[in-house]
């Protein structure tokens, strides 16, 4: 299914869908649940645009390239550019919703990069390999370090996570990124996922919420 920016009570935003910009690491109790050092400077990549898809609908995961993890994040949709050094008043200006959204991993192929030092794209960027939800509008949050996100998967809570627990906040990580690459209207940024990352198979069923302000039910197709 192809993908546009959405808020959640249906109006299309018109920008282009961007790059999505992603902080890995940026809670404490995932990097260990992964073994993985806290990085000491944010840890960022890049996904591409063509690797969006809606939530709506179910979505698809690849099934010959070993585990598929789901990371459950907050999606931050920026509607202004960004570049250089930003103020926090720039950083707040620019910001035009936030979603739950999924960073899908090929953790296997991820694995075997990691070991031999390469870059991460191929376990980051296939077609499907960032499902983004329907944004709300940035004026639903007035303090950005305590927003709440989670993932029901099958029933059970696997993912509850908050803002509050980033290594780097919100507001800082995107200046940091604007510091290191422009950022642009339609790029998202995805703000590292909080503890309990696992494994996704055809007939799950995910809800995806940022509590208190959405919430989307979707299957893997
Ligand atoms: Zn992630």
Request: charged content about 20%.
């Amino acid at each position: 299914m192809s993908y546009q920016h959405q808020y959640a009570d249906g109006t299309r935003i018109h920008y282009p869908v961007g790059k999505v910009v992603c902080i890995g690491r940026n809670y404490a109790e995932h990097a260990k649940e992964l073994d993985n050092p806290v990085p000491t400077e944010p840890l960022l990549f890049i996904k591409p645009g063509s690797c969006v898809v809606p939530s709506e609908g179910g979505f698809k995961v690849p099934t010959d390239r070993g585990s598929v993890h789901y990371e459950t994040e907050i999606a931050v949709l920026l509607g202004k550019s960004l570049s250089t050094k930003p103020s926090v008043e720039e950083v707040l200006d620019a910001i035009s919703g936030y979603a739950p959204a999924l960073d899908l991993t090929l953790r296997d192929v991820q694995s075997k990069l990691k070991e031999k030092g390469l870059p991460w794209e191929i376990a980051k960027s296939f077609d499907g390999a960032c499902v983004i939800a329907p944004f709300v509008a940035a004026s639903t949050y007035s303090d950005l370090t305590d927003i709440p996100v989670r993932l029901t998967l099958n029933g059970a809570v696997r993912q509850d996570g908050n803002s509050s627990l980033m290594l780097n906040p919100i507001v800082p990580m995107i200046q940091y990124m604007a510091a290191c690459f422009s950022l642009q209207a339609g790029d998202v940024i995805m703000t590292g996922t909080p503890a309990g990352v696992g494994p996704l198979n055809p007939g799950d069923e995910l809800v995806l919420e940022l509590p208190g302000a959405s919430r989307f039910a979707t299957t893997v197709l």
